[in-house]
């Protein structure tokens, strides 16, 4: 039975990863610093404070497998130095303690490590990374941390990722479709790569074990892309409403975007941000959850 540490396991994606991987059969030891929901199948540890000086040796010991998710959100307000600090150098200080002691460290990066919040084309592992911000620079610094340490390694980037109770873009998405009145977004056809967080979760299964993996680097994300009025459109369907979505003149658009403070907010809603799992795929792993179907299901979570 392969040991496997998680870490950031109260998280989005972390808590979702614990329970995945522990229905597989796995040994699961949860790292976490908020308290976890029981569960007879996992074994709860503290994780240390990464902001701090960790000490990651207590947390390693009889590990086969680190999967690291903890960091600070690209959503969570941060300065440069503590995402550096945390997303980085946390990470560095892991791959040190881990080297010689587990037989791989699958890191759990972003795609914002490559990418701004738009790119023109669609996005491969091939492409030189870009990263426009501090959030993708930490997790870039920590990529490039891993892939020079001596540790068996697997990188992971996945695009904007879809679970029930989510953060970021995609609650302030929710909390709009939400809203009991039609939304000005119709003509709104920047598209976006996304994954759901099952098939994240599975990802990260699928490279957990298999020696062709290691040293690679994979974006994750459903091979077909949404724009943004259809994720709109997906997210009211769960909530068992219509779309509700009526076209803004493309010029009324751009001039309210272009207004002091709205940049980020532009790139997001009037740029492509597509990215390809092609590499993944060749591999055998196979997203289940089309993101219109991935969306719904968030809508429908919300119902409760």
């Known amino acids: 039975m392969r040991r496997v540490l998680v870490t950031g396991a109260s998280g989005f994606i972390g808590r979702a990863l614990v329970g ?37 040796k207590p947390l390693l010991e009889g590990v086969d497998v680190v999967v690291h998710a903890a960091a600070i959100a690209h959503a969570e307000a941060a300065d440069e130095a503590e ?22 460290l699958i890191f759990l990066s972003s795609i914002r490590a490559q ?22 620079r930490a997790k870039l610094a920590a990529e490039q941390a891993l892939a020079g340490s001596h540790v068996p390694f697997v990188t992971v980037r996945p695009v ?12 302030a998405l929710l909390r709009l479709a939400g809203l009991k009145l039609p939304l000005p977004m119709g003509a709104f056809t920047a598209r976006r790569s996304l994954v759901d967080r099952e098939d994240l979760c599975a990802a990260i299964a699928h ?25 709109l459109a997906a997210l009211r369907e769960g909530l068992n409403r219509g779309p509700g ?13 272009s ?20 590499k993944l795929m060749k591999t055998g792993w ?10 719904a299901r968030i809508g429908a979570a919300a119902l409760g």
């Open 115 to 136: 990418s701004g919040s738009c790119a023109a084309g669609t996005l491969t592992e091939a492409d030189e990374p870009r990263p426009s911000d501090a959030y993708g």
């Open 286 to 295: 196979e997203p289940r959850w089309a993101p219109r179907i991935a969306l």
């Open 160 to 171: 904007l990722v879809a679970g029930a109770q989510p953060s970021g873009n995609l609650a």
């Open 259 to 278: 207004l002091p403070g709205m940049g980020e907010m532009r790139a997001k809603l009037l740029g492509d941000l597509v990215a390809s799992p092609a």
């Open 20 to 56: 995945y991987l522990a229905e597989r059969g796995y040994a699961v030891r949860a790292a976490s610093r908020k308290p976890l929901v029981a569960r007879d199948d996992v074994q709860p540890v503290t994780a240390p404070d990464l902001a701090g000086s960790p000490n990651w």
């Open 245 to 257: 979505l009526f076209a803004v003149p493309a010029p009324l658009t751009r001039s309210a975007l």
């Open 83 to 104: 995402l550096a600090l945390v997303n980085h150098r946390a990470v560095a200080g892991l791959a040190e303690a881990a080297r010689g002691t587990v037989e791989r």
């Open 207 to 231: 490279v957990l074990v298999d020696p062709a993996h290691l040293g690679e680097t994979y974006i994750a994300a459903h091979p077909e892309p949404i724009d943004i009025a259809a994720m």
